[in-house]
């Protein structure tokens, strides 16, 4: 089923510091995962995606990892700024459609 | 590319009244829409899913008759909350999708029922 409405875990790194954000998904034949940044106020903005073809890919200060043995995702952020301050989703996807994480509430710490 | 638009993207409204909600692809054709509400510090919830000229197919728990959904174009899918009520308030957020690939989401429409 879709993600139901949790209260979000919180995750607080200093400014400069790397970030991990992680998130362990349910299908093992989920062949596609996307992590989107949500800003408050604003709709999910997406960041980066993976297939299952690959285990690890890299955007600009973003990296994706994937495990599938334990079926875990993470996002990496590198050098963690103020704006990268929001909630993290990671959303998988199987036969059906998306199933989306709970989330996690990044907060940078000055 | 792939710009998902909301309209409005803030709305009061007095209680009983109904609300249409606009989601627009603007550069793009979208096989299905979906259509999420978000309580403050919560999870996305998927309320619907549409596809262009269909019955949108509602989660577990929607009432279908509460929140109309029309996707009349591969461009735009409209929500309407009929008679809302102050438990309607809350941050409506669409999203569309091409083939069953990415999701791209919309703004984000946040509605207070008075």
């Known amino acids: 089923g879709e993600s139901v409405g949790l209260h979000l875990p919180t995750l607080s790194v200093q400014e400069g510091d790397n970030s991990i954000i992680n998130c362990a998904y349910s299908?093992?034949?989920?062949?596609?995962f996307i992590w989107y940044k949500q800003e408050s106020g604003k709709g999910p903005q997406f960041i980066i995606d993976?297939?299952?073809?690959?285990d690890k890919r890299q955007g600009q200060r973003v990296t994706v990892l994937l495990n599938k043995t334990v079926k875990h995702l993470s996002l990496q952020i590198a050098a963690t700024q103020p704006g990268d301050s929001a909630v993290y989703f990671c959303?998988?996807?199987?036969?059906?459609?998306?199933?989306f994480g709970p989330g996690t509430r990044l907060s940078v710490l000055p | 590319g792939a710009v998902v638009s909301q309209h409005p993207s803030w709305v009061i409204c007095k209680s009983g009244t109904s609300v249409k909600i606009e989601c627009r692809s603007l550069d793009f054709q979208a096989t299905t829409m979906f259509w999420y509400r978000q309580f403050p510090k919560q999870s996305l919830m998927l309320m619907a899913t549409?596809?262009?000229?269909?019955?949108?197919?509602?989660e577990q728990g929607v009432e279908k008759d509460k929140f109309l959904i029309n996707h009349a174009s591969l461009t735009l899918s409209t929500l309407t909350v009929t008679s809302a009520h102050p438990e309607d308030s809350s941050f409506y957020i669409c999203?569309?999708?091409?083939?069953?690939?990415?999701?791209?989401f919309g703004p984000g429409t946040r509605l207070l029922v008075l």
């Open positions: 999203s569309s999708q091409v083939y069953q690939e990415t999701q791209y």
């Open positions: 299908n093992s034949a989920s062949d596609y």
């Open positions: 993976i297939r299952s073809n690959m």
């Open positions: 549409s596809n262009e000229g269909s019955k949108a197919t509602y």
């Open positions: 959303a998988e996807k199987g036969a059906q459609n998306f199933v």
